[in-house]
Nanobody, 124 residues
Framework: QVQLVESGGGLVQPGGSLRLSCAASGFTFSSYAMGWFRQAPGKERDVVVVISANGGNTYYADSVKGRFTISRDNAKNMVYLQMNSLKPEDTGVYYC?????????????????WGQGTQVTVSS
């Protein structure tokens, strides 16, 4: 069965860095685009970054451009999110998700499998 398992969240001070990892299994990982979403308390789950199946194309939300970097290793079935210069507004639960073949890459409705999420808290 499809599984996505995130790791790497935690508490970090403003300006700090974290690296999130997502381990995928149960499907042909190299055939699917992957995304990272963020959900802050009381808010909707919003797309943060998306990476194409072969890693050649990426999308970043304006709020994280220049600070976050997504990457993937198709040989290891892993996707990563390097987060630098973190801000308090980056706080939330971060989810790794699989983009369904014809799903909208920029909306949570276009994703068919989700990890359990990992908490990121940016606070002094």
């Amino acid at each position: 069965q499809v599984q996505l398992v995130e790791s790497g969240g935690g508490l970090v001070q403003p300006g700090g860095s974290l690296r999130l990892s997502c381990a995928a299994s149960g499907f042909t990982f190299s055939s699917y685009a992957m995304g990272w979403f963020r959900q802050a308390p009381g808010k909707e789950r919003d797309v943060v970054v998306v990476i194409s199946a072969n890693g050649g194309n990426t999308y970043y939300a304006d709020s994280v451009k220049g600070r976050f970097t997504i990457s993937r290793d198709n040989a290891k079935n892993m996707v990563y999110l390097q987060m630098n210069s973190l801000k308090p507004e980056d706080t939330g639960v971060y989810y790794c998700a699989r983009n369904s073949y014809y799903g909208d890459s920029y909306s949570y409705t276009g994703y068919d499998y989700w990890g359990q999420g990992t908490q990121v808290t940016v606070s002094s």
